[in-house]
């Protein structure tokens, strides 16, 4: 079998969930010894194009095509119109190469393929993950930044043979905007084996929270910084950031420390394998890979009922409140700092378990190869 797989980049050369991914379907894809004809972009078009992030052996069966993305101007909408200019430069180049048996389009990158699916007769699926434009908006300003976001992604969803959903709320979401039930294929994003916690899970004297991602307003970081304003004098915890927090949106306390945006994925891990708690108190989410790393690191979690988070985090692991809630992310905070040791090992066990039922790439790639054999 040879598939097409569509991305706006691939992990390391661009960092964000939906890069993460792209880079282990092809990973996992090739290791299952099917042909990807990857088309991506990067920055560093010839460090992409190289593949050094996949083994010898996985390089063989996958061929590499780096796309530029076009900068065009900064008036309202210029993304979409970007995205475009890409899907075509894409497009026209797959129909260049060898014909391939099934297309998976990320996100925007299928545009101008799926206005002209016909002419290639091939199975196109299209994965928009956290459809976050038909999901809670911040402010003002990104609810008018998913209005222009919308159309498009309507437009494309239905011109698919098959949509990709993450789960959860996502899947309702596209019952809602009328995509046919019969098109939807329900398969979670997957993390690889090497997460896993190895060691013995052990209480630490002073439960340590988590923050990871970038500075985005849909992230709830505002929403979070309140609370720990409001927590101001409660030293009975450590509260750590990873990501890129401007100097002027950090608080000033001995508990609370920010790391700064890290690219080594073995520190990352590091910090993550001595945490107890995630904290992910976004407005939007599809199925954020990085709760998925704390829980197989062994954290419990505190997130915003969004997407498919309700897929990877229930009661047993840890607390869901509702976006935008303040008084609920103070109450699931002060719930933890005061949580006995022995209910909050059960809940980080519980994190490691859950990963393994379900959300390791091997079984989440056999799936996804099954379904589009179907095709």
Not at 190 to 205: A, L, N
Not at 284 to 293: D, F, K, N
Not at 327 to 343: A, D, T, V, Y
Request: proline letters at 4%; glycine letters at 6%; one cysteine or more.
């Amino acid at each position: 079998m040879r598939i097409a797989l569509l991305t706006d980049g691939i992990y390391p050369y661009v960092i964000g969930g939906m890069q993460k991914h792209s880079f282990y379907l092809a990973k996992y894809f090739a290791i299952h010894k099917i042909e990807v004809d990857l088309y991506h972009t990067a920055k560093n078009s010839e460090e992409a194009h190289s593949l050094n992030c996949f083994t010898e052996e996985e390089k063989k069966y996958i061929n590499s095509f780096v796309i530029p993305f076009p900068k065009l101007d900064k008036l309202p909408g210029h993304y979409i119109r970007e995205s475009y200019a890409y899907s075509s430069a894409i497009y026209d180049e797959l129909k260049r190469n060898k014909p391939v048996d099934f297309i998976y389009v990320q996100g925007f990158c299928g545009m101008k393929l799926l206005e002209n699916k016909r002419e290639l007769n091939i199975p196109v699926s299209v994965n928009f993950h956290g459809l976050e434009m038909f999901q809670k908006a911040a402010n003002f300003k990104s609810k008018l930044e998913q209005y222009l976001f919308k159309r498009p992604v309507l437009r494309s969803l239905r011109s698919a043979d098959i949509v990709f959903s993450l789960g959860g709320k996502l899947t309702d979401i596209l019952i809602d905007v009328r995509i046919p039930k019969n098109k939807i294929i329900q398969i979670p994003i997957g993390i690889d084996e090497s997460w896993i916690k190895k060691e013995e899970i052990k209480p630490y004297s002073k439960i340590k929270f988590l923050f990871i991602g970038r500075y985005e307003r849909r992230k709830g970081i505002e929403e979070l910084t309140k609370v720990l304003k409001a927590l101001e004098g409660n030293t009975n915890f450590d509260f750590e950031f990873i990501g890129a927090i401007p100097k002027d949106k950090q608080l000033s306390a001995s508990n609370i420390h920010y790391h700064g945006s890290i690219s080594d994925v073995n520190k990352i891990k590091e910090i993550v394998s001595k945490a107890d708690v995630l904290v992910c108190p976004s407005y939007s989410e599809g199925m954020p890979t990085v709760i998925l790393e704390a829980m197989a690191s062994g954290l419990a979690i505190i997130a915003s009922d969004v997407g498919a988070v309700n897929e990877e985090v229930d009661s047993k692991n840890g607390i869901l409140i509702e976006a935008g809630d303040i008084n609920g992310l103070r109450k699931s905070i002060e719930e933890f700092i005061k949580m006995p040791q022995e209910k909050l090992l059960e809940m980080k066990q519980h994190s490691i378990q859950k990963i393994k039922k379900g959300f390791l790439w091997e079984d989440v790639i056999l799936r996804t190869i099954e379904e589009i054999n179907k095709e």
